[in-house]
């Protein structure tokens, strides 16, 4: 009895102090969400005064952590792109503290892949890598990639070339030097030597990562003048439903909406997203029917459906399967309609051997059709198709924690049939390349990497070395960047095979003798970054050998391409940007472009020399409201060039101004209540439109306004 006695003295004295250790303890829980109010997931809350006492929020923001006692400590919650914020826990706080975390503007931590192919942080790559985060997505309120590019990088411009048909220019290089990828994949399909830029719609878009400059040692032919990578958005919620609406001027409808799930294994998106404009008279409004080299823009409508599904099978083993729809249809007369569509499809592994090894393979289809729909008949005619088959595969293998050695190789079988060719015929060619790279970190101020890709093109039985090497160093707030990259372009079916009655006026003829195009790019940047301000300046020269262009033969009274002598690209482009705890953010670009193109040569430019950006922003967000206030601005400057004078022989020219001019937008984007978003644009803010309308100025009327609608449902009905 006396042991008994004694053991329950003892299990009474641990449970008084259990209980005491109990009481002495606090429970602290809250949430952590961004600057609109949307949760952070996987974000971090440290205490300051014990090392190693943290959480992590789940997928609705959420953390909860247990201090040991009731005094006084500070937590700090942290996130990738996004700014500290710390707070004071008083002794005698209750136990809810939230946080709400400001972007950083400077993007410093963002984790980028296309500069290298490998995930590195921002402010660690040697390549200079332009990055357009998806705040700044929804402030431009951009339907596809030209709204945006135009809002936010100087340097660019898309105009109208042949039958008002989307062209790019990016500091001198075109479009079928510049390339376009969505999550790294290529497209299929061109038109004038651009892609199709009204597939690339903005919904669902997380990030766009630019590197200017030849990218030929990683993604080959068609990278000579750059690579514009547009990266999706994975769900994060464990449901989330959006349904969203814009109306604007002359009658532009855009409706969209998209279906995600996070859970389990399984992660997926589903977006679709519906536009239509009517025709816009551009001599509405004036005493002149005639207003310039075209007085009507063409109305169409587009519609655009994708889903994106990932699997994770095991911790170290992820598939993502990706599909889409693509349709386009433009009114180009009363009796003709021209469709445009595409078929997506894919599948990625990603598989984690070791924690120094993994692997990447894939395989993307895409099929670009165009077709002509004869209102009368009701027939629909199609007359090109572009298919694409293509296999990857990518491995990385890191030394001493620091070290990565990136290897791979890509097969790709590209089929065109064309209206084009002659008898609408059909080409079929095939290409494959290896690469490899090595990512040297020898010291944390010190980066140096170096690459070198080989390609084959069956048609042409070429073979290609495209060089690359980078550094970077840091000294103290500044880091310093310079860089090498050889790129190229081979000839493509089209240019090897057309041959096509140009609107009935002259022949154009293909060259399966053509010569890749070559470049060497040369560049040097210094970045200064301090506090909540980041200034980049970046020195550009590209020496560019064979490119290819069209030129008139007078034997067989048409164009044939060509290669032509070697021309000269160089350039200065500086960023500057700063945000602060009031709300208020800027950004400010400017490029400086000089093309130069030898007398007597059969290209011509009209790159302008000067281009500028700029942009104001409030952000700021209260309990049951929130307001963001942007202006934006695009400025290019006047460019004096040559034109051709006679259809029949393109060989006479004469000098053309093509006058500058700047466009302001003002938008004003309200969270009105949890989960419901309304947004009034103003555009073309000081009523700017053209004496005359040329290819390459804007197509405005005028000012023009918008009010967009944004339902977030999961928000609308979650539980406060």
């Known amino acids: 009895r006396t042991a008994m006695t004694g053991r329950t003295t003892i299990f009474l004295l641990l449970g008084l102090l259990l209980a005491v250790d109990a009481a002495a303890q606090r429970r602290i829980s809250g949430t952590v969400t961004g600057d609109r109010c949307e949760p952070l997931t996987g974000a971090t809350i440290l205490v300051k005064e014990i090392a190693g006492l943290g959480a992590v929020t789940d997928t609705e923001g959420r953390y909860e952590l247990r201090l040991p006692d009731k005094k006084e400590y500070t937590l700090t919650a942290t996130y990738i792109g996004y700014f500290d914020a710390k707070q004071t826990l008083a002794a005698d706080h209750g136990g ?13 931590e963002q984790v980028v892949v296309t500069g290298t192919r490998t995930p590195k942080l921002l402010k660690d790559v040697p390549i200079v890598t332009r990055v357009i985060a998806e705040s700044d997505i929804r402030r431009t309120d951009a339907t596809n990639i030209g709204d945006l590019l135009q809002t936010e990088l100087p340097g660019i411009e898309f105009s109208y070339s042949m039958n008002q048909q989307t062209s790019l220019n990016m500091a001198g290089f075109g479009g079928n030097s510049v390339l376009f990828l969505v999550d790294g994949e290529r497209l299929a399909g061109e038109t004038l030597d651009n892609v199709d830029y009204s597939r690339l719609n903005m919904d669902n878009v997380q990030r766009i990562e630019i590197v200017k400059g030849a990218a030929s040692s990683l993604y080959g032919s068609n990278a000579v003048g750059g690579v514009v990578n547009i990266i999706s958005r994975e769900s994060q919620e464990p449901w989330s439903v959006n349904v969203n609406g814009r109306y604007g001027a002359h009658n532009e409808q855009r409706y969209g909406g998209s279906v995600g799930f996070n859970r389990g294994r399984f992660n997926s ?12 008279d551009l001599s509405k409004g004036t005493d002149n029917a005639q207003v310039g080299d075209y007085s009507t823009i063409y109305g169409h409508s587009t519609l655009n459906v994708k889903e994106r599904l990932i699997f994770t099978a095991s911790e170290g083993l992820r598939f993502t399967a990706r599909a889409g729809y693509f349709f386009r249809e433009r009114n180009s007369s009363e009796s003709l309609r021209d469709r445009y569509r595409s078929f997506t499809g894919g599948l990625k592994g990603n598989y984690t051997i070791t924690d120094k090894d993994d692997l990447e393979l894939s395989y993307s289809f895409d099929q670009y059709d165009k077709s002509d729909y004869l209102v009368a008949g009701d027939r629909d005619v199609r007359d090109y198709s572009n298919v694409q088959h293509a296999v990857r595969t990518l491995y990385n293998h890191t030394f001493a924690g620091k070290h990565i050695l990136t290897a791979g190789g890509d097969y790709m079988r590209d089929y065109l049939m064309s209206y084009q060719f002659e008898g609408n015929g059909s080409h079929t060619q095939h290409t494959a390349d290896a690469f490899a790279q090595f990512d040297w970190n020898p010291h944390k101020k010190f980066n140096l990497i170096a690459g070198l890709r080989l390609d084959w093109f069956s048609e ?86 064979d490119r290819i262009t069209t030129a008139w033969n007078q034997v067989l009274g048409g164009q044939v391409y060509t290669n032509m002598s070697r021309l000269q690209v160089a350039g200065v482009d500086a960023n500057a940007s700063g945000r602060y705890p009031c709300g208020i953010s800027w950004h400010l670009s400017y490029a400086y472009t000089c093309e130069h193109i030898r007398k007597g040569e059969p290209m011509l430019s009209s790159t302008r020399p000067h281009t500028a950006t700029a942009r104001i922003a409030y952000d700021k967000d209260w309990k049951n409201y929130g307001l963001s206030v942007a202006l934006s601005g695009r400025y290019l400057s006047t460019v004096t060039t040559d034109v051709y004078t006679e259809i029949t022989s393109y060989e006479k020219t004469e000098k053309q101004t093509y006058p500058g001019y700047t466009i302001w937008k003002l938008s004003l984007s309200q969270r009105v209540c949890r989960g419901v978003n309304v947004t009034l644009a103003v555009d073309n803010l000081f009523n700017y439109r053209p004496d005359y309308y040329y290819n390459n100025s804007p197509s405005t009327t005028g000012t023009t306004c918008s009010v967009g609608l944004s339902l977030d449902l999961e928000r609308l009905f979650k539980k406060k």
């Open 269 to 280: 998106m589903t977006n679709v997203q519906y536009t239509s404009i009517d025709a816009i």
């Open 460 to 545: 042409t039985k070429l073979t290609h070395l495209s060089p690359k090497l980078g550094l970077m160093y840091k000294l103290g707030n500044c880091s310093l960047r310079g860089s090498y990259a050889g790129g190229f372009r081979a000839p493509t079916l089209k240019e090897m095979y057309m041959n096509f009655y140009m609107g009935n006026i002259f022949m154009i003829y293909g060259n399966p003798d053509l010569r890749p195009e070559s470049s060497h790019n040369f560049s040097l940047s210094a970045e200064y970054m301090k506090g909540r301000h980041n200034l980049t300046v970046t020195g550009f020269y590209n020496i560019v050998d």
């Open 96 to 108: 809810v503290l939230d946080f709400q975390l400001n972007e950083n503007p400077t993007l410093l």
